[in-house]
């Protein structure tokens, strides 16, 4: 499986701002109904297709077939540039041959997916809050940067989720965020917390 993420920008030397890591995608829940509202499944779903694999180095990596691959860039184009208050993310698994799409439910945006997914296999998921909205959260926290920083307060990573969780900070200071930051933008500000270490940038030798 592999996740699509946002790109990667080193700041300073200290801080990464980056999407997190995608975890393992589960199988398909019999519970999930079709309609605006829970998961549902696009008809491309219906047929199986076996993955493909490239050889890189000596090492047979999965890799996302064409078609699959053009549905993936429509929606996720037009669900940042049309649909911002729905979308959430995507995921894209590749031993499954399909793509998850996470959105805030709204039937003219699920109308889209099924045009956008033509015969590929779609899965689409709620999400909690979606791109317009965790893009006011980052660009705030990350603008405030330098007032946690007077504060003592080490952020190293800020990224949107792509499962529209919220926006993940990545902190050493775990304890101190999550005391002060709600303090500052609310309870219900949609802000997931995670310890992590600084980045730490390579040196020669070190990736042998």
């Given at each position: 499986?592999?996740?699509?993420?946002?790109?990667?920008?080193?700041?300073?030397?200290?801080?990464?701002?980056?999407?997190?890591?995608?975890?393992?995608?589960?199988?398909?829940?019999?519970?999930?109904?079709?309609?605006?509202?829970?998961?549902?499944?696009?008809?491309?779903?219906?047929?199986?297709?076996?993955?493909?694999?490239?050889?890189?180095?000596?090492?047979?990596?999965?890799?996302?077939?064409?078609?699959?691959?053009?549905?993936?860039?429509?929606?996720?184009?037009?669900?940042?540039?049309?649909?911002?208050?729905?979308?959430?993310?995507?995921?894209?698994?590749?031993?499954?041959?399909?793509?998850?799409?996470?959105?805030?439910?709204?039937?003219?945006f699920d109308d889209f997916i099924?045009?956008?997914?033509?015969?590929?296999?779609?899965?689409?998921?709620?999400?909690?809050?979606?791109?317009?909205?965790?893009?006011?959260?980052?660009?705030?926290?990350?603008?405030?940067?330098?007032?946690?920083?007077?504060?003592?307060?080490?952020?190293?990573?800020?990224?949107?989720?792509?499962?529209?969780?919220?926006?993940?900070?990545?902190?050493?200071?775990?304890?101190?965020?999550?005391?002060?930051?709600?303090?500052?933008?609310?309870?219900?500000?949609p802000l997931v917390f995670v310890?992590?270490?600084?980045?730490?940038?390579?040196?020669p030798g070190s990736g042998d």
């Open positions: 499986m592999r996740c699509d993420r946002l790109v990667r920008l080193l700041l300073a030397g200290a801080l990464l701002m980056t999407a997190p890591g995608c975890g393992e995608i589960d199988g398909g829940d019999p519970r999930e109904q079709s309609g605006p509202t829970g998961g549902w499944r696009t008809a491309g779903c219906q047929f199986s297709r076996p993955a493909q694999f490239s050889t890189v180095g000596g090492r047979s990596m999965p890799v996302t077939p064409e078609r699959l691959a053009a549905a993936i860039e429509r929606i996720d184009r037009g669900g940042r540039e049309r649909f911002a208050d729905s979308f959430a993310g995507l995921e894209v698994d590749q031993l499954r041959v399909r793509a998850i799409v996470y959105r805030v439910p709204s039937e003219v099924r045009e956008s997914a033509e015969d590929t296999c779609v899965v689409v998921r709620d999400a909690a809050h979606a791109v317009a909205e965790l893009t006011h959260w980052h660009d705030r926290v990350v603008a405030e940067l330098p007032y946690w920083d007077s504060r003592g307060i080490r952020i190293v990573t800020v990224g949107s989720r792509h499962d529209g969780m919220g926006v993940e900070i990545g902190t050493r200071d775990i304890d101190r965020i999550r005391r002060e930051f709600p303090a500052r933008y609310g309870a219900d500000a310890e992590e270490n600084p980045v730490r940038p390579l040196t």
